[in-house]
């Protein structure tokens, strides 16, 4: 489903927040009771990439970030998430050429790429099979507002073009609990992009911010100059709009979708005619790809994005302490 409009009401969104904040403090005072419990302690390092609104802040891609920079170093690293949009609940191995996005969730399909991926409803029981299968250390994409499994390092991620909306809960606003909670189960906090809602001044005055943006891939060097017709079905579809442009992508036109959105044939065959009418190249992210039916896939580019630290040494040097803890082989 597509965020309401008020989530990201600067001014706290208007009347309806105001009705919905009973229910809104009947959710945190749920969300706080079950991140009391204690978490089952892995025998390996676990990092967590969450964030503390519902949507996208860029954990995926923070995700894959660390799985390249710990498999660099050496150390078999897995990734672990939930698996939102798919069927699959219990401990599951990623397999691509088998699972589709209904069965594991869009994300899911986008880490098993790169790694060895679970899917787990009870994060615990996926790591204690991705240990089984070798994982030195596991890289969680979301869970930070879930105590199933202890972390070694959580980051909370914040998208810098939307920050933490109206500020309010669930279903008021996009926060899952107060940000001063995620933060303080979080070692640092993440800043994709420039802080354009002054998202910085509501984090911890001690917690330290680590900062980056998102890069397009070589695709969108080779669209330079050229009209593309990009959609999507994700949390912030501006961002890659905005990520487009400023490659130097002449933006024809564009078309988004609620998060996850579930494309079928029709919803191709319009969005392709919509594009010949253009006379542009119709380009999406590689999260939608995954959700795209095989048979219109050849028709369609996909942009790739990564993150690009504007310190480098700062993430490396969160890293260090958890990768000297882990026994390397002889």
């Not at 969450?50 to 860029?58: K, L, Q, R, S």
């Not at 599951?92 to 869009?106: M, N, W």
């Not at 969680?140 to 507002?145: A, E, I, R, V």
């Not at 933006?251 to 009418?277: I, T």
Request: proline fraction near 8%.
């Amino acid at each position: 489903m597509r965020a309401p409009e008020f989530w990201s009401g600067g001014s706290g969104g208007g009347l309806a927040p105001m009705l919905l904040s009973p229910v809104s403090a009947l959710y945190a005072a749920a969300t706080a009771r079950r991140m009391a419990r204690a978490g089952w302690q892995a025998p390996v390092p676990v990092i967590c990439c969450g964030n503390a609104t519902a949507g996208g802040a860029g954990k995926t891609t923070l995700a894959l970030d660390l799985g390249r920079r710990l498999s660099n170093r050496g150390i078999g690293t897995h990734f672990l998430l939930r698996g939102y949009g798919g069927r699959i609940k219990h401990a599951t191995r990623v397999d691509p050429a088998i699972h589709d996005s209904t069965a594991v969730g869009d994300e899911a399909l986008l880490l098993a790429a790169e790694r060895p991926t679970w899917v787990a409803a009870d994060r615990a029981a996926g790591a204690q099979a991705a240990i089984a299968a070798g994982a030195q250390t596991i890289v969680m994409d979301d869970g930070l507002q879930n105590p199933t499994l202890a972390k070694d390092l959580s980051l909370l991620v914040v998208d810098g073009s939307y920050g933490f909306g109206n500020g309010r809960i669930i279903p008021a606003g996009p926060l899952r609990e107060p940000v001063h909670a995620a933060a303080a189960r979080c070692r640092a906090a993440v800043l994709i992009g420039p802080d354009e809602t002054n998202a910085l001044a509501q984090l911890p005055p001690g917690l330290p911010v680590l900062r980056a943006r998102l890069r397009p891939g070589p695709e969108a060097e080779l669209l330079a100059g050229q009209p593309v017709f990009a959609f999507c079905g994700i949390a912030n579809p501006r961002k890659f709009f905005s990520t487009l442009q400023e490659a130097g992508v002449f933006l024809a036109g564009k078309q988004s979708y609620a998060d996850h959105y579930p494309f079928d044939e029709g919803d191709l065959r319009d969005l392709l005619a919509e594009a010949d009418s253009l006379r542009a190249t119709p380009v999406t992210t590689r999260k939608d790809f995954v959700r795209i039916p095989p048979a219109f896939r050849n028709r369609v580019t996909v942009v790739t994005v990564r993150l690009e630290w504007e310190e480098p040494a700062e993430i490396e040097g969160l890293l260090d302490p958890l990768a000297g803890s882990i026994p390397m082989p002889a």
